[in-house]
Nanobody, 119 residues
């Protein structure tokens, strides 16, 4: 069956860095655009970043541009989110997701990993 497993979350001080990973199985990974979303307590889920199957097209929410980098390794069926210059406002549960290429409608989701940024 299709499975997405996030890892790499944790507690870090403001200004620090984390790298999230999402390992996919049970599908043809290159058939999908990959994305990251986050949900903070009491707030709606929001888009963070996405990347096309061949890594040519990467997109970011304005709130994370210049600080976060999405990447993928198709040989490992894994998508990453490198998060630098972290702020307390980045605290949330982060979810990876996959959707069909062009355009992406995300319909496979991981269980999420908690990211907490202390001030």
């Amino acid at each position: 069956q299709v499975q997405l497993v996030e890892s790499g979350g944790g507690l870090v001080q403001a200004g620090g860095s984390l790298r999230l990973s999402c390992a996919a199985s049970g599908l043809t990974f290159t058939a999908y655009t990959a994305g990251w979303f986050r949900q903070a307590p009491g707030k709606e889920r929001e888009f963070v970043a996405s990347i096309s199957w061949n890594s040519v097209d990467a997109r970011y929410a304005d709130s994370v541009k210049g600080r976060f980098t999405i990447s993928r390794d198709n040989a490992k069926n894994t998508v990453y989110l490198q998060m630098n210059s972290l702020k307390p406002e980045d605290t949330a549960v982060y979810y990876c997701a996959l959707g069909p290429n062009a355009p992406a409608l995300f319909h496979y989701w991981g269980q999420g990993t908690q990211v907490t940024i202390s001030s």
